[in-house]
């Protein structure tokens, strides 16, 4: 956490004006070294925060950030290891080929398929984000969008997209981990059709995975407003754009994800080991 600097150009009306106040700054770098770090750390409190909104289910799930020296290369957590057991000895780091470059661990074949293809069609996406969650599973079954209910649904308009393609199908296939890698690499959010969820980012592995936390939350608030049969009220297009524009943009979350960074690693000290 550092105080504000007015030299520094605002990017969200979040950001505070007065000056010498508490708020977490996006770090610069010196080396790849320490960024590669940060990244590391990052991707272990992701996977911690996975742990601790119970989104683990026996192996599935991956999370991947790219290595800033080497593009070429993601980290992601090692398999069959449970999320609240990753740390920084056991991240293990991969090509696109799916073959382990550092690391004593495997990693997750569906996993590597679908993310490794995201990594290699986008350059730009940083980090990508999925796992088989309770909420999001149901939704999905549905191929429905997300309805603009609330102001946090609004941070995804516009934002996400219902895949039909593979549905169901595990992706254990380079073919299905293409097909389905256009469409998530264009976009925050993927409802995968009688799958799960997915996000990535073009940021950070923070912006990623809190973004994929408030999907899940998303499609748990739109189960209960369907549970109801009761029509809900749903935001202009106007209105959820403005929310989207100041509320889901990148920036917001990578600062969401900061209160969860400084909590787990304040309580949960062996993930630097």
Known sequence: MLTTDKTKERVSIYQPEQEGLIFPEIPEFNSFSEEREYRK??????????GMHGFDYGFAGHLTVRDPERPELYWTNPMCVHF?????????????????????????RAGFVLHAAVHEEFPDVVAMCHAHTLYGTAWCATGRPLDMISQDAAAFYNKHAVIG????????????????AKEIGRNR?????NHGLLTTSRHSID?????????ERACQQ?????????????????????????????????????TLYSHIAATQPDMFE
Do not use: C
């Open 207 to 215: 912006d990623a995975a809190f973004w994929f936390i408030a999907l």
């Open 222 to 258: 739109q189960l209960m407003v369907e549970a109801t049969g009761i029509k809900p009220q749903l935001l202009s297009d106007k209105t959820a754009q403005y929310s989207q524009d100041n509320v889901g943009n990148d920036f917001i979350g990578w600062l969401h994800f900061q």
């Open 84 to 108: 609240s057991q990753v740390k920084m000895s056991n991240l293990v780091l991969a090509d696109h080929e799916g073959r382990v470059v550092e690391g004593e661990y495997a990693i997750n």
């Open 189 to 193: 959010a993927v409802l995968h059709q």
């Open 41 to 50: 750390q990052h991707l272990v409190a992701a996977t911690r925060a996975f």
């Open 165 to 180: 393609a593979s549905a169901g199908a595990v992706a254990v296939e380079r073919e299905s981990g293409w097909t389905v």
